[in-house]
């Protein structure tokens, strides 16, 4: 393969675990057990023992994740429930599938992270649930968020998708995983996440043995005995050779967070200096694993500078260029109580760089020079 800069390396950091993948995926394809082999099960435990959380329910994908956490609250059409409107469209698209109604909230623009003010303008007597977005891998201020959670009687959803393997340190000391705060957390194993395998896959996380059942269950059908259907469910399982993949590739995910951070630390203290751009801001409650590195280009230069790195063979992608508010699909059945317009202004200024653990300061260097030389002309 040649070595242009990428987004993601895929291909180098499988290189670098390749026997590890082939043995796991070989075995799978030898035994033939393709639907629910012993490695699925394996590798939900592996993730239990690394994230903390009592139970991990493994599915189909991040997606699915969120809709099945949302079906096992048993929230009823006409629920309200609180989301950024500043993030991938699966962390809301799953509360319109069910009926409920989602509730847009703006987000803090030096974390692109929602707020607790924002959470707090939006309840009403409808509100049942929250979903905080750990956007780009750095976690939402769970803390207080939890607080008020409680205070109100509601569900907590965290959209762990882009943030596996951050930690959240509370006023006490103590440390969680993102994912284990919540009433439930959920997870995407997609190729380009930071622990992707090689398809689709994903996780739901709890501490409540209860939930855990119905999160399994509806996950499967709504059984639990074998063509006994107690609930409507759904059909979501992680497949075999996917559970091979991330049980090697799990044993690597924090020296895969560190290899992000370093990469996006060498961006920081590069970029930091140039007018005309904002770098990323770390809360120190919480590591970030940079799922992305995320620039604000000011004076609406964005898109110039996005075709000016393409001009030099370099890739950088807007996450994400409509806030959800702006999206058609939810023009009839979102209830927005704000104006939303640092998500509007997000949109249009972000610009994602590349950031992945095989990423060179060599690469780095071009990156960095490119940048500066835009801002020089
Ligand atoms: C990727 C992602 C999802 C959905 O995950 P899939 O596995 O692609 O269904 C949900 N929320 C966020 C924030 C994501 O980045």
């Not at 393709?34 to 939900?44: D, M, S, T, Y």
């Not at 269950?217 to 399982?237: D, E, F, L, P, T």
């Not at 964005?302 to 023009?331: H, N």
Request: charged fraction near 25%.
């Amino acid at each position: 393969m040649d070595k242009k800069i990428q987004m993601v390396d895929l291909h180098g950091q499988y290189m670098k675990i390749k026997s590890e993948v082939d043995k796991g995926i070989q075995e799978v394809i030898y035994t033939c057990a393709f639907i629910n082999g012993p490695q699925v099960k394996e590798f939900g435990k592996d993730l239990e023992k690394y994230s903390g959380a009592k139970h991990v329910i493994t599915c189909g994908n991040g997606t699915d994740a969120l809709q099945i956490a949302l079906m096992a609250l048993g929230l009823k059409p006409g629920d309200e429930v609180i989301v950024p409107a500043f993030t991938y469209v699966a962390s809301a698209e799953v509360i319109g599938l069910l009926g409920l109604t989602p509730v847009m909230v703006d987000v803090d623009p030096d974390t692109f992270n929602v707020t607790i003010e924002n959470i707090e303008k939006a309840i009403s007597p409808r509100t049942k649930a929250i979903i905080p977005v750990h956007l780009f891998g750095q976690s939402c201020d769970m803390e207080p968020i939890m607080k008020l959670a409680k205070n109100h009687n509601l569900y907590v959803i965290e959209d762990n998708a882009q943030a596996i393997g951050s930690v959240y340190t509370f006023s006490d000391g103590s440390k969680k995983h993102t994912g284990t705060i919540g009433t439930i957390g959920c997870t995407s194993f997609f190729p380009s996440k930071n622990l992707g395998c090689y398809g689709d896959g994903g996780a739901i996380f709890t501490d409540d043995d209860e939930l855990a059942e119905k999160l399994r269950m509806i996950a499967n059908h709504g059984q639990k005995v074998k063509y006994h259907h107690s609930v409507i469910g759904c059909n979501s399982r992680l497949d075999t050779i996917q559970a091979a993949v991330l049980k090697a590739k799990l044993p690597h995910l924090d020296e895969y967070c560190k290899a992000r951070k370093a990469a996006a630390d060498y961006y920081t203290t590069n970029l930091k200096g140039v007018d005309g751009i904002v770098v990323p801001k770390e809360l120190p409650k919480s590591t970030h694993v940079y799922h992305q590195y995320t620039l604000q280009v000011l004076d609406g230069k964005r898109d110039a500078l996005k075709e000016f790195l393409a001009s030099k063979g370099i890739p950088a992608m807007i996450y994400y260029p409509l806030p959800l508010q702006k999206q058609e699909a939810f023009k009839d059945i979102t209830k927005s109580v704000e104006s939303l317009e640092i998500s509007q202004r997000l949109a249009e200024s972000v610009l994602s760089l590349p950031i992945h653990t095989e990423l060179t300061h060599e690469e780095q260097d071009v990156i960095i020079s490119a940048i500066k030389e835009f801002f020089k002309k």
